[in-house]
């Protein structure tokens, strides 16, 4: 069975930190891009970090020298470390795999980040 399970999301006060994990399960791990993505309510799903199987990493402008993505193979999850929180960081955090035609999304994780 095909799944990716996100974790660490929660509250957290502006200028905060916390990682976030997504392990997967039922893929060759190695073999995928990971990405994380984040949505608002009224507002479609847009890409925060990507990370290629190979290791090269992209970001969103707004998250750049903030947020970091990294993947341990060997444990089959991707991480994304989000320093400097800002209100507008407020979201669900989706974790995503792709390779080839292949993709799968996880659950969602909320992040809420409020005095």
């Known amino acids: 069975q095909v799944q990716l399970v996100e974790s660490g999301g929660g509250l957290v006060q502006p200028g905060g930190s916390l990682r976030l994990s997504c392990t997967a399960s039922?893929?060759?791990?190695?073999?995928?891009?990971m990405a994380w993505y984040r949505q608002t309510p009224g507002n479609p799903r847009e890409l925060v970090a990507a990370?290629?199987?190979?290791?090269?990493?992209n970001y969103a402008d707004s998250v750049k020298d903030r947020f970091t993505v990294s993947r341990d193979n060997a444990k089959s999850t991707v991480y994304l470390q989000m320093n400097s929180l800002k209100p507008e960081d407020t979201a669900v955090y989706y974790c995503?795999?792709?390779?080839?035609?292949?993709?799968?999304w996880g659950q969602g994780t909320q992040v809420t980040v409020s005095s």
């Open positions: 990370i290629t199987s190979s290791g090269t990493t």
């Open positions: 039922g893929i060759v791990f190695g073999l995928n891009d």
């Open positions: 995503n795999a792709a390779y080839s035609s292949f993709s799968v």
